[in-house]
Nanobody, 128 residues
Framework: QVQLTESGGGLVQAGGSLRLSCAAS????????MGWFRQAPGKEREFVAT????????YYADTVKGRFTISRDNAKNTLSLQMNSLKPEDTAAYYC?????????????????????WGQGTQVTVSS
Protein backbone atom coordinates (compact mmCIF):
# COMPACT_ATOMS: atom_id res chain seq x y z
CA GLN A 1 0.00 0.00 0.00
CA VAL A 2 1.50 3.29 -1.10
CA GLN A 3 0.88 6.30 1.07
CA LEU A 4 1.03 9.74 -0.51
CA THR A 5 1.44 12.95 1.45
CA GLU A 6 1.03 16.36 -0.15
CA SER A 7 2.52 19.61 1.13
CA GLY A 8 3.16 23.15 -0.02
CA GLY A 9 -0.35 24.51 -0.27
CA GLY A 10 -1.31 27.92 1.05
CA LEU A 11 -2.73 31.34 0.33
CA VAL A 12 -1.26 33.35 -2.55
CA GLN A 13 -2.27 36.41 -4.52
CA ALA A 14 -3.29 36.16 -8.15
CA GLY A 15 -0.23 36.10 -10.36
CA GLY A 16 1.87 34.44 -7.68
CA SER A 17 3.49 31.03 -7.51
CA LEU A 18 3.40 27.95 -5.33
CA ARG A 19 5.23 24.65 -5.43
CA LEU A 20 3.41 21.53 -4.26
CA SER A 21 5.20 18.37 -3.23
CA CYS A 22 4.04 14.80 -2.78
CA ALA A 23 6.05 12.29 -0.80
CA ALA A 24 5.50 8.58 -1.45
CA SER A 25 5.98 6.00 1.27
CA UNK A 26 7.52 3.29 -0.85
CA UNK A 27 10.42 3.13 -3.24
CA UNK A 28 8.35 0.96 -5.61
CA UNK A 29 6.26 4.03 -6.34
CA UNK A 30 9.14 5.26 -8.48
CA UNK A 31 7.87 2.85 -11.16
CA UNK A 32 4.33 4.24 -11.04
CA UNK A 33 2.75 6.89 -13.19
CA MET A 34 1.86 9.87 -11.02
CA GLY A 35 -0.62 12.69 -11.36
CA TRP A 36 -2.13 15.78 -9.79
CA PHE A 37 -5.81 16.45 -9.54
CA ARG A 38 -7.78 19.22 -7.86
CA GLN A 39 -11.22 19.67 -6.41
CA ALA A 40 -13.01 22.92 -5.70
CA PRO A 41 -15.97 23.06 -3.29
CA GLY A 42 -19.11 21.71 -4.92
CA LYS A 43 -17.25 20.48 -7.98
CA GLU A 44 -15.95 17.14 -9.17
CA ARG A 45 -12.30 16.24 -8.88
CA GLU A 46 -10.54 17.30 -12.05
CA PHE A 47 -7.32 16.40 -13.76
CA VAL A 48 -4.36 18.78 -13.62
CA ALA A 49 -1.26 16.96 -14.86
CA THR A 50 0.37 13.55 -15.15
CA UNK A 51 3.90 12.23 -15.61
CA UNK A 52 5.22 8.81 -16.56
CA UNK A 53 7.51 6.83 -14.28
CA UNK A 54 10.67 7.94 -16.05
CA UNK A 55 9.67 11.60 -16.01
CA UNK A 56 10.07 11.79 -19.77
CA UNK A 57 6.44 12.29 -20.71
CA UNK A 58 3.95 14.78 -19.30
CA TYR A 59 0.40 15.79 -20.08
CA TYR A 60 -1.55 18.78 -18.80
CA ALA A 61 -5.10 20.00 -18.62
CA ASP A 62 -5.68 22.87 -21.02
CA THR A 63 -6.55 25.12 -18.08
CA VAL A 64 -3.05 24.89 -16.61
CA LYS A 65 -0.89 24.30 -19.67
CA GLY A 66 1.95 26.79 -19.85
CA ARG A 67 1.53 27.80 -16.20
CA PHE A 68 2.05 24.56 -14.26
CA THR A 69 4.94 22.12 -14.46
CA ILE A 70 4.87 18.56 -13.12
CA SER A 71 8.13 16.82 -12.25
CA ARG A 72 9.40 13.91 -10.18
CA ASP A 73 12.53 12.79 -8.36
CA ASN A 74 12.49 9.00 -8.17
CA ALA A 75 15.59 8.89 -6.00
CA LYS A 76 13.66 10.82 -3.35
CA ASN A 77 10.22 9.29 -4.08
CA THR A 78 8.77 12.74 -4.60
CA LEU A 79 6.43 14.37 -7.08
CA SER A 80 6.19 18.13 -7.56
CA LEU A 81 3.88 20.66 -9.16
CA GLN A 82 5.26 24.12 -9.85
CA MET A 83 2.36 26.52 -10.25
CA ASN A 84 3.00 29.94 -11.74
CA SER A 85 0.71 32.80 -12.77
CA LEU A 86 -1.93 31.53 -10.40
CA LYS A 87 -5.53 32.60 -10.90
CA PRO A 88 -8.46 32.67 -8.45
CA GLU A 89 -10.02 29.81 -10.41
CA ASP A 90 -7.05 27.64 -9.44
CA THR A 91 -8.35 27.65 -5.87
CA ALA A 92 -8.96 24.04 -4.83
CA ALA A 93 -7.70 21.14 -2.79
CA TYR A 94 -4.88 19.53 -4.76
CA TYR A 95 -4.39 15.77 -4.67
CA CYS A 96 -1.46 13.60 -5.60
CA UNK A 97 -2.25 10.25 -7.21
CA UNK A 98 -0.33 7.14 -8.21
CA UNK A 99 -1.15 4.44 -10.75
CA UNK A 100 0.12 0.97 -9.92
CA UNK A 101 -1.45 -0.72 -12.95
CA UNK A 102 0.33 -1.13 -16.24
CA UNK A 103 0.01 0.78 -19.46
CA UNK A 104 -3.38 1.59 -20.97
CA UNK A 105 -2.72 2.15 -24.67
CA UNK A 106 -4.39 5.26 -25.97
CA UNK A 107 -5.14 6.63 -22.52
CA UNK A 108 -4.16 10.13 -21.44
CA UNK A 109 -4.36 9.00 -17.79
CA UNK A 110 -6.51 12.02 -17.02
CA UNK A 111 -9.39 10.30 -15.26
CA UNK A 112 -9.82 9.68 -11.56
CA UNK A 113 -10.30 5.97 -12.22
CA UNK A 114 -6.89 5.75 -13.87
CA UNK A 115 -5.23 5.97 -10.44
CA UNK A 116 -5.02 3.55 -7.54
CA UNK A 117 -3.63 5.57 -4.65
CA TRP A 118 -4.48 9.05 -3.42
CA GLY A 119 -3.15 11.52 -0.91
CA GLN A 120 -5.23 13.53 1.53
CA GLY A 121 -4.84 16.77 -0.36
CA THR A 122 -3.38 20.21 0.26
CA GLN A 123 -5.39 23.43 -0.02
CA VAL A 124 -4.43 26.14 -2.48
CA THR A 125 -6.24 29.46 -2.23
CA VAL A 126 -5.62 32.23 -4.75
CA SER A 127 -6.94 35.65 -3.83
CA SER A 128 -7.87 38.25 -6.42
Amino acid sequence: QVQLTESGGGLVQAGGSLRLSCAASERTSSSYRMGWFRQAPGKEREFVATINWMGTSTYYADTVKGRFTISRDNAKNTLSLQMNSLKPEDTAAYYCAARARGLAPGSTYSKVYDYDYWGQGTQVTVSS
